[in-house]
């Protein structure tokens, strides 16, 4: 319970500044929370040669392995694309690793037709983050299998149908179904929006995206230098659900309500994979998945329970957020945006 609280106190401290507009995106962001203690991020240790992720011996899809050769704690986050081995995969929850330990962790498919070893025989994270239509479907049926039987498994039957649709709706092919080709194959695209959001404030923390004015995904980090470190992996992520979108002011009495739903929806606390407690949110069409660790909350990933598309747009008139949002630009407001095909292999 006690990490339960913790996770509502920062909730409660968090605060929202001026949203800015990233072409279809709006992003909102957040400031507040508590560091951790020290730790590296996965995809810094991997450069070092300080982890390594594996195949379980002989193989499972929902498992992989992590060796941390470093003296801190490795975090992997929700949400990461652990790419290679015999197929890529996504991980379930985030993950402290502790400092020279070796610990199996769930992980989800997203390239459903490779079972073999093609690029290198362990992974590596330097792909986007998988985008939160995926991420969402993940998160609720690994809350629910957590809260029902302990364990963290996906439906991993709707996770490849949430990847095929992205495969789809960015009008890419691949033969092995994996969603890493939808990132490349729509690069260009990608990249420009990317470079739209430039970079996070120096004290921010956090982020709300939205699409069509309304929230698809918040993610909030211990530190500010943990997300600027993971932001352009991030906004990849967002915007691969947002192609096709028209630009819109963001709604902020949607923002400010998906914020206070999860301040006050249900939570229930679990012993991490590694490190700390994750604590599993959910409410009236929200969920969330949380990382608290020594009184911070180094991860909390949460979303409407099924993301609007990119393509619809949100009823009703934009709603004003006081003085904390501010609506992105109108200038591409009625432009769709970067709806042209790639295709790779």
């Not at 199996?104 to 390239?111: F, G, K």
């Not at 069409?285 to 609007?308: H, I, K, M």
């Amino acid at each position: 319970m006690r990490d339960i609280e913790v996770l509502r106190s920062i909730l409660g401290e968090v605060r929202a500044g001026e949203a800015r507009a990233a072409g279809p995106l709006g992003l909102v962001p957040l400031s507040g929370g508590r560091p951790a203690p020290a730790y590296v991020l996965a995809e810094e240790a991997l450069a070092a040669g300080l982890l390594e992720i594996r195949e379980k011996a002989g193989g499972s899809v929902p498992t992989l392995v992590a060796r941390n050769l470093a003296s801190e704690p490795v975090l992997l986050l929700e949400g990461e694309q652990l790419v290679g081995v015999r197929q890529d995969r996504v991980l379930n929850v985030p993950v402290l690793v502790p400092a020279s330990s070796e610990l199996e962790i769930p992980v989800s498919c997203v390239e459903p037709r490779r079972w073999r070893y093609e690029r290198r025989r362990t992974a590596f994270v330097d792909a986007p983050m998988v985008s939160p239509r995926v991420r969402a479907r993940k998160v609720a049926s690994v809350g629910a299998s957590l809260r029902a039987r302990g364990m963290r498994d996906s439906d991993q039957f709707r996770i490849w149908a949430a990847v095929e649709e992205r495969l789809a709706e960015a009008r890419v092919s691949s033969d092995t179904g994996a969603l890493r080709h939808a990132y490349e194959g729509r690069a260009h695209d990608l990249a420009g929006i990317v470079a739209e959001a430039g970079e996070p404030a120096e004290d921010q923390t956090g982020v709300v995206a939205c699409v069509g004015g309304r929230p698809i995904a918040l993610d909030l980090l211990d530190r500010p230098s943990t997300l600027a470190r993971v932001w352009p992996r991030l906004v990849r992520g967002y915007a691969l659900d947002a192609l096709g979108a028209e630009a819109a002011p963001v709604d902020g009495e949607a923002v400010r309500g998906f914020l206070a739903g999860l301040a006050r929806g249900e939570a229930t606390a679990h012993d991490a994979v590694g490190l700390g407690t994750e604590v599993v949110l959910s409410g009236a069409g929200l969920t969330g998945d949380a990382l608290v660790w020594e009184g911070a909350v180094v991860q909390l990933a949460a979303f409407p329970s099924e993301p609007p598309r990119g393509r619809e747009r949100p009823a009703g008139g934009q709603v004003g957020f006081g003085d904390l949002l501010a609506p992105p630009s109108s200038r591409s407001r009625r432009r769709r945006w970067a709806d042209g095909p790639r295709c790779v292999r």
